[in-house]
């Protein structure tokens, strides 16, 4: 298929960026989005252009690193992936698509469709761990009884990989999926119990310290997270921070 | 505690207790303004109990307008911060893929229930005002009427089509206000319930229900004198 491609040019986190235009030819349909963008990016090589600055590392939907905004959405059209897993069968020959990077404040663009998501490492730093020894003398996790419920609700929330789709599509760039969810991960189980007070409350200081907007439960970061990760969590996170604070 | 409310989460959960209380302020307004369709009578009687009643005039009164000014400044507080969380929008954004019109909007439909607030206000609440706290009349009634003045007032209000007009459009505002923000409260004090289909169902009767019934009493009013 031939397309054309609006894409975010930005030289670096100092320069104003645009849209630039590109045409892409013979694009195969079982082309991953990436394998489509690299494409373009040996035509631009071979011209002598500079190419598209894109994140990508595992290509396989788990680092959570590709982050682009394709036709309004994050991640582009299709449900439940991430751009690796993104599909050109989402498209049709002709297509003009559209191609920005995520859009938040505590998400600054460094150049073309690369954006910093250090933000959420500052997050995950102010209290999404346990604290446990780990020296040899770790109790068995067996050992430790978890009703299957909590285990599998847990588990859901861990399965967030941090790539931010959340703060993109949110109308308010918040980022209260993505801490919702390494806040349930240790509020449903035992081992987290111990700084759960402290966690919530130093992980929603350090996300309002880093300019996220406010949620405002439209539900669309639950609708285009590639893990699913249920608003069910903000609901936890709400509520753990209600318990914390009385 | 003065700390939570601080948060981003504690404004939420302020948000949403403000509008629980709004809720069910409109809930006791509308079983009130509903009588004057079945028992003007009635009507009078409750109106004037709830005009003259010290409890009602000196507590509640004053809860509600904090309660109403304090969603409105927050509203626009809690907006303007978002604004401020994404400086530079998106070229193409497909909101309608992931939420309802509803749900991204709330702050339109917010300011036209303001601007229907104001003329509310401007049509009873500074007249009421006007006759008990500065004229000093508790009397609840007027010369050439018999008995109270409440019914006579609300349906000389519906007389004209324009203000009926304005009416039945706010509260076509109202109902799409609270279809995203009745169950968008529930969520925000913490209960997954809210995305439960009871809950659902509970708030989709009760967005459109209440506005419709206000709706059928201007329109009847105004057909009907």
Redesign the interface.
């Known amino acids: 298929m031939n397309l054309t491609l609006?894409i975010?040019r930005q030289k670096d986190s100092n320069t104003k960026g645009q849209?630039v235009d590109y045409k892409v030819t013979d694009i195969s349909e079982h082309m991953s989005f990436l394998e489509m963008m690299d494409v373009l990016n040996e035509q631009l090589v071979s011209s002598g252009e500079d190419p598209v600055a894109f994140d990508h590392d595992c290509r396989e939907g788990i680092c959570g690193m590709c982050s682009m905004?394709i036709?309004?959405?994050a991640h582009g059209?299709d449900r439940g992936v991430t751009t690796c897993q993104l599909h050109m069968r989402m498209f049709k020959d002709g297509d003009t698509i559209?191609i920005?990077p995520f859009?938040?404040?505590?998400f600054p663009v460094l150049k073309d469709l690369v954006v910093d998501r250090s933000a959420f490492d500052r997050i995950q730093h102010a209290g999404g761990y346990i604290s446990v020894n780990t020296s040899g003398n770790t109790q068995d996790a067996n050992a430790i009884p978890i009703s299957k419920h909590a285990a599998d609700e847990a588990m859901d929330a861990a399965t967030c990989i941090g790539c931010g789709a959340c703060v993109a599509?949110c109308?308010?760039?918040?980022a209260?999926l993505f801490v919702g969810a390494k806040v349930s991960q240790y509020a449903l189980l035992p081992q987290g119990q111990v700084e759960a007070a402290d966690r919530v409350r130093n992980m929603?200081?350090q996300?309002?310290l880093e300019?996220?907007?406010?949620?405002?439960?439209?539900?669309?970061c639950e609708?285009?997270c590639p893990k699913g990760i249920s608003?069910?969590n903000?609901?936890?996170?709400?509520?753990e921070?209600?318990k914390a604070?009385? | 505690m003065g700390g939570f409310f601080k948060s981003s989460i504690g404004r939420k959960v302020a948000m949403a207790l403000s509008a629980f209380f709004l809720m069910f302020f409109l809930l006791q307004h509308f079983s009130i303004n509903i009588l004057s369709v079945f028992n003007p009578d009635l009507f009078n009687e409750v109106s004037h109990f709830m005009g003259t009643n010290p409890l009602i005039q000196f507590v509640l009164q004053p809860v509600l307008i904090f309660g109403v000014v304090f969603h409105f400044v927050m509203g626009f507080v809690l907006e303007i911060k978002n604004k401020k969380a994404r400086k530079v929008a998106y070229v193409k954004n497909n909101g309608a893929a992931n939420s309802t019109w509803m749900s991204r909007n709330m702050i339109y439909s917010g300011v036209a229930i303001l601007a229907f607030i104001v003329l509310h206000f401007i049509d009873f609440w500074f007249p009421e005002i006007n006759t008990k706290f500065i004229k000093g009349d508790w009397s609840g009634t007027i010369e050439g009427v018999e008995g109270f003045r409440y019914y006579e007032e609300l349906t000389h209000k519906f007389v004209s089509p324009i203000r009926v007009g304005a009416y039945v459009l706010a509260f076509v505002f109202l109902a799409l206000h609270l279809l995203h923000g009745f169950t968008s409260a529930f969520q925000s004090m913490g209960a997954t319930a809210g995305r439960k289909k009871t809950l659902q169902n509970i708030g989709k009767a009760y967005s459109i229900i209440i506005p419709l019934g206000f709706i059928f009493i201007a329109l009847y009013h105004h057909f009907n004198h």
Do not use: H, Q
């Open positions: 609006k975010w849209m905004y036709n309004g959405e059209p559209t920005e859009r938040a404040t505590a599509t109308k308010n760039s918040s209260m929603v200081a996300m309002d300019g996220f907007g406010n949620c405002t439960n439209t539900g669309a609708i285009e608003l069910d903000i609901a936890r996170m709400n509520r921070l209600m604070s009385i």
